[in-house]
């Protein structure tokens, strides 16, 4: 009996043995990608261009690690018919395993998103276990995906990396721009009463200087990526950008603005008085009457005064409550700007037709299909805006009430 | 309770009392010569055999000899009391009828025995007893002389504490139990003396409050120690690998502490401790997992700080377990659970590591182990030649050499310094070892290999038992009113039970008057006094 159990447990334990080291794979022998970019060639098949990390060039200065002396990044491209085929064709250029768990930027050129849509393309990011779907979705605006993952960047030495942190700085700070992941545009695509909507990056510089060590060697980089517009999509195909104030107008709309400034003009001078949001809330509703859409935007902000350029009694309540109407009337042109644009695309990216779905399920059903184009884009559209001056800062009155 | 303690196989006992055949003794002689020459052929003549003859005492109207140890008796007592009175004493009136009658009473000394045969004999002598032969009688008086060099009490170098006594144990085990003694003053706390070693003739001391302490257990543990037949015990550690419960464990079944206040405490909690002469150590047991994170400051300190310390402790124990394998796993199967950043500097230092990282930290774990060793073993004067080379040639040499990545050297010195953190030295072993386990499971299988040796772990700590006692109780079997002292240690006044599986009929600690302090609703709050003032 004792010698049936002993037995028993070799053979387990040998099993364990036989598994080796499943699956086990050492850091050297990884090509970690931080970014993937997709263009399109002239044949119509894919480019996808990987930017891969060189570790010992990053962590600058360590000892025995080879000491940052070359490229952060090195970027090959391989092409095919499908992600899988690029992938796979990428080993004859790359020594190691591509490994994509940390790779958190996606840039689709404009090109093929105008051309092929995203449709195609999503479906093995979406999928593919390593490949994380809270990666950061971006379009190419007016460049190649490729040029913008090629081009090196200062203080972020991976330019994976910069990319995303500039826009979720910017999406934090200025509100021009959102951090869209693959789940949410997988999301909205599935969504039947909301399109997606993109941020897009530009080249600025020439993508030849981006791609040596020269670029960043420079206290300003001639060759950088830089937050340029939203793009908008309709049924998965890009038709159009939202650029400077009409993109912040699409984000209020979102509800996703967390901090931004809003200014006005006063007493002839303009940009004269500044609010500093720091916080607010946009909710949306939509009812269908007889045929017609009607949407509404009811936006509560808070804010701040963040400068004044001219002289202005601050301490008076009706003053304030004047400055108020006025940031409201700025917040309200720069939704119903953002509105216009996508009404004329004809495409919802806000989630007006989810709007509808709530309120009006059975109505719903009928109009899903055409919403976009007999219903959103006729659409009448109600926007409220209401502004409450929290604080006015260090100071009440400016200095500039007493410069004799 | 006839299935508490598992029943032991027949087979030991059978041959165990094979052996235990009752040694036939030869009674002494009545000749004083013929004793004496049995004397010094039995112990080879050795030097240190004292046979002072008395031939003219005036007390025995016969020839008369006393017998000794050197240095194991107190070399004052015999030569100031025991020769002095003896020669100098008056003659005796009458003729006495035994020995008892003739020295009883007349010499100054506290035990005396009437010794017959041969064997109980040589046991006080070799115990540090005077042996008086006289002429004529078939019989032996021993006096007890013990004394000769001793280590004095001393701090215990094991188990520090920064507020608690200052005293530890020393080899002696009278002096051991005294000072328990000192702290129970109480009739109930009741000893029994037995000796183990055929050879060494160790003398062994269980101590338990009666009342307080379960008779089952305190029964168990007198069959346990009744039936070890060996030739030596040198230390507890003999005795306590001979009453475990479970050998095939890297874990101890049995507490161990230099420190007469744990003893103490632990005494009031039910257990038994168990003296062993020539040891500091004294065994506690039953035991539960939970114990070995215990430290005598938890009790002194306010309850805050030493839940907050016994929950850095558990803490302690889990890096010490998993650290290496955690990196190793997270480095060779996880990557994806490491932040990018954090994952390209680890990345960026194992470019020039030729090893896998298993390798590396097996490479890294031994040779710190090694070190270890060294320190312990090494002269104290060259013991910061380790330090020197321990720190410049693994800690910096190795990474420079890319041998190994800073990565690892810092996983293993955090893990190095966990496990000398640990309050107990029976689990900072046995952590050791299973480290290396952990390492091997996480190196074939990743975080899934780890959680399977964490199951294997937890199932067999589960069915481990410390005289009968569930090892992780009071969390598994789950009993709720003795959560207070465990990963938590709650207030005092909180804690009003002893340990369930431990404790006898006497169950409560205190009072049902005790509890939380709380001054009475009237009193306020001292105002300045005035007087003072001035």
Same mark, same amino acid.
């Given at each position: 009996m004792k010698r049936h159990v002993a037995v028993f447990f070799i053979m387990v334990l040998s099993l364990s043995f036989l598994a080796g080291c499943w699956s086990k794979k050492e850091l050297n022998d990884l090509a970690i990608v931080s970014a993937v970019a997709l263009d399109l060639d002239k044949q119509g098949r894919f480019i996808g261009t990987f930017q891969f990390v060189n570790p010992g060039n990053v962590t600058g200065g360590f000892q025995g690690g080879g000491g940052g002396q070359g490229n952060a990044v090195s970027v090959y491209s391989a092409k095919g018919d499908n992600m899988d085929e690029i992938s796979r064709r990428m080993s004859t250029k790359v020594s190691r395993n591509l490994y994509y768990a940390h790779a958190n930027l996606l840039v689709i050129s404009e090109e093929l998103a105008k051309k092929k849509g995203i449709l195609p393309i999503l479906d093995a990011f979406d999928r593919d276990p390593t490949f994380r779907n809270t990666a950061t979705v971006v379009i190419s605006h007016q460049a190649k995906a490729a040029d913008l993952v090629k081009t090196l960047t200062a203080i972020d030495k991976i330019p994976a990396n910069k990319m995303i942190k500039m826009l979720r700085f910017s999406e934090r700070?200025?509100?021009?721009t959102m951090n869209v992941m693959i789940m949410d545009v997988v999301r909205d695509l599935t969504d039947d009463g909301k399109q997606p909507v993109i941020s897009g990056l530009n080249l600025k510089g020439s993508a030849e200087t981006g791609k040596t060590l020269q670029n960043i060697m420079q206290t300003t980089p001639e060759s950088a990526p830089q937050i340029g517009g939203l793009a908008l999509f309709k049924d998965g195909k890009l038709t159009g950008w939202l650029n400077g104030s009409k993109a912040r107008g699409a984000v209020w709309t979102l509800n996703k603005i967390k901090k931004t400034e809003i200014n006005i003009n006063k007493k002839g001078k303009k940009a004269a008085i500044v609010l500093e949001v720091i916080r607010q809330n946009t909710k949306i509703s939509a009812t269908t009457i007889d045929g017609t859409a009607h949407l509404m935007v009811k936006v509560e902000t808070e804010g701040n005064i963040g400068e004044t350029k001219v002289p202005i009694n601050l301490k008076d309540p009706m003053v304030i409550k004047r400055l108020e109407y006025g940031f409201e009337g700025a917040i309200e042109k720069e939704i119903k700007s953002a509105i216009t644009v996508a009404q004329k695309k004809k495409t919802d990216i806000f989630g007006f037709g989810d709007a509808v779905h709530r309120s009006q399920p059975e109505t719903w059903k009928r109009i899903s299909k055409n919403w976009d184009e007999d219903y959103f884009a006729k659409a009448n559209v109600k926007i409220k805006v209401d502004v409450f001056v929290r604080r006015t800062g260090l100071r009440s009155n400016s200095f500039l009430s007493d410069v004799k | 309770m006839p299935s508490f303690f598992k029943k032991k196989s027949q087979k030991g006992k059978k041959t165990a009392e094979k052996q235990k055949k009752p040694a036939v003794s030869s009674p002494l002689s009545e000749v004083l010569e013929e004793n004496l020459a049995v004397i010094t052929s039995k112990t080879g003549n050795s030097t240190d055999i004292i046979i002072r003859r008395l031939k003219h005492s005036p007390r025995f109207k016969t020839e008369s000899a006393i017998v000794y140890l050197k240095g194991l008796t107190d070399t004052q007592t015999v030569q100031e009391i025991l020769i002095e009175s003896l020669m100098k004493s008056d003659p005796v009136e009458q003729e006495p009828s035994s020995m008892q009658e003739m020295v009883e009473g007349y010499l100054p000394l506290g035990i005396m025995e009437s010794l017959k045969d041969w064997e109980t004999l040589f046991q006080a002598l070799m115990s540090g007893h005077t042996i008086i032969f006289v002429d004529g009688f078939s019989e032996a008086m021993s006096t007890s002389t013990e004394g000769g060099e001793q280590r004095s009490i001393e701090e215990p170098s094991t188990q520090r504490a920064i507020r608690g006594s200052r005293e530890g144990f020393t080899e002696s085990i009278e002096t051991n139990i005294s000072m328990v003694r000192r702290i129970i003053q109480n009739p109930t706390l009741w000893t029994e003396t037995m000796t183990i070693g055929r050879v060494t003739k160790t003398k062994v001391t269980i101590m338990y409050i009666k009342g307080i302490a379960r008779d089952d257990i305190i029964e168990e543990l007198r069959n346990r120690l009744k039936k070890i037949d060996i030739d *030596? =015990?040198?230390? *507890?550690g003999y005795i306590e690998q001979y009453i475990e419960d479970q050998s095939l464990t890297v874990f101890p079944t049995l507490y161990h502490s230099e420190r007469p206040d744990v003893v103490a405490g632990n005494l009031l909690e039910g257990r038994f401790a168990l003296f062993v002469n020539g040891s500091p150590f004294v065994l506690l047991g /039953? =035991? =539960? @997992?939970? %114990? @070995? @994170? %215990?430290? +005598?400051e938890d009790y002194t300190e306010r309850f805050y700080i030493s839940t907050a310390l016994r929950l850095l402790r558990v803490l302690i124990f889990f890096i010490s377990l998993i650290g290496p394998a955690t990196y190793i796993a997270a480095t060779t199967f996880h990557q994806e659970m490491i932040p990018t950043q954090l994952l390209v500097a680890i990345a960026a230092q194992r470019e020039s590591v030729p090893f896998p990282s298993f390798v590396e930290a097996i490479i890294m774990e031994v040779t710190f182990e090694i070190l270890r060793e060294a320190g312990i073993r090494m /002269?104290?004067? +060259?013991?910061s030649a380790i330090s020197i080379v321990g720190a410049l040639v693994i800690g910096q040499a190795a990474v420079q050499a890319g041998v190994v990545s800073a990565a690892m050297v810092i996983i293993v010195a955090i893990t190095a310094i966990a496990s000398f953190a640990t309050p107990s030295f029976g689990i900072a072993i046995s952590t050791r070892l299973l480290r290396f386990l952990f390492m091997i499971s996480a190196a074939t299988f990743g975080f899934y290999g780890m959680i399977l040796g964490f199951i294997i772990l937890v199932v067999h700590l589960c069915g481990l038992r410390s005289f009968g006692v569930p090892y992780m109780s009071p969390l598994a079997p789950f009993v709720p009113a003795d959560i207070n002292d465990t990963v938590i240690r709650g207030p005092l006044w909180a804690d009003r039970k002893r340990p369930s599986f431990m404790s006898g009929q006497n169950q409560l600690r205190q009072g049902e008057e005790t509890g939380r302090p709380e001054p009475d609703k009237s009193r306020q709050m001292v105002t300045k006094n005035e007087g003072d003032a001035q």
């Open positions: 700070v200025y509100g021009g | *030596s =015990v040198l230390e *507890s /039953p =035991v =539960v @997992f939970i %114990q @070995f @994170f %215990q430290s +005598i /002269p104290k004067a +060259i013991g």
